[in-house]
């Protein structure tokens, strides 16, 4: 079949289903919109979902975070890059529907179905993203970062918001000791037993522009504090208990922002 028919046939199924969970569906008129459809929740809140089709490769449900169209110059690629709030993805092959947030998928992404040699922090279960386990979504937190701010100078943190400036870091944090913390602000989401973040198009910047990173978690109602230059590219915290702790296992609760602050 194919891949426009292919698509179609996806968004059907897609809208099929959520009809029969008794979810409004709208489709937008025309194709000049990024998302596929609106989808409203029981608490009136409006959703953008992207339909994609999940391919199956035998161990693992696979989908592309981007989409592709044609034009003079030939194949052009774009990424959703916050112009949709969540995929909607359909594998007739395993009969799975899944709900994935728009910031945890970069050009492509895997949801493990069948079992792993080692339960490695970088897999994403497809049972973790079922979508009638993550139905309904949180509310998204348009201020969040206006309420961390909020909760951080309540706590007698000294706080300089720096947003609205060219500077790469999002505040800057000053301790009893008049130290000074640049430091990005990330929303985290837990998957897979682990805190994740900078799971999408967007990071917190490097070590040569922050000190600090902090991560708000809805799924936890936690705030984490990591030292940028303490990992690489990114890293997850672990929530979920194991039978043994691994030297480099990093756990959420050693990272809670009471914990931490201030930094040694």
């Not at 609106?38 to 989908?63: N, S, Y």
């Not at 709030?85 to 992404?109: Q, R």
């Not at 790469?168 to 985290?188: E, H, N, W």
């Not at 984490?224 to 997850?236: F, K, N, P, V």
């Amino acid at each position: 079949m194919e891949s426009h028919r292919k698509g179609d046939l996806t968004e059907a199924i897609v809208v099929a289903e959520l009809k029969r969970r008794d979810i409004a569906v709208a489709i937008p008129f025309g194709d000049n919109e990024r998302y596929d459809l609106l989808a409203e929740d029981d608490g009136g809140e409006i959703w953008r979902l992207q339909v994609k089709t999940g391919h199956f490769d035998g161990e693992k449900v696979v989908f592309r975070g981007y989409s592709m169209h044609t034009n003079s110059q030939g194949h052009v690629r774009k990424e959703y890059d916050g112009d949709v709030n969540y995929f909607v993805v359909y594998c007739d092959e395993v009969d799975g529907l899944y709900l994935v947030p728009e910031s945890e998928v970069g050009s492509h992404m895997s949801l493990r179905v069948n079992e792993a040699e080692q339960d490695h922090r970088t897999i994403n279960w497809a049972a973790d993203y079922a979508f009638d386990e993550r139905w309904p979504p949180e509310p998204i937190p348009g201020d969040w970062r206006d309420a961390l701010i909020a909760d951080l100078r309540e706590h007698g943190v000294g706080v300089m918001d720096a947003r609205g400036t060219n500077a790469p870091y999002d505040v800057v944090l000053r301790d009893d000791a008049d130290t000074l913390y640049r430091t990005s602000l990330r929303p985290g989401s837990v998957s897979g037993g682990r805190v994740r973040f900078d799971t999408g198009t967007t990071s917190a910047p490097g070590p040569d522009d922050v000190d600090l990173v902090l991560v708000q978690c809805g799924d936890t109602d936690e705030t984490y504090l990591l030292e940028r230059d303490a990992y690489g590219e990114s890293t997850t915290l672990r929530v979920a208990p194991t039978k043994q702790k691994h030297p480099g296992t990093n756990r959420a609760e050693e990272h809670a922002f009471d914990r931490r602050w201030p930094p040694a």
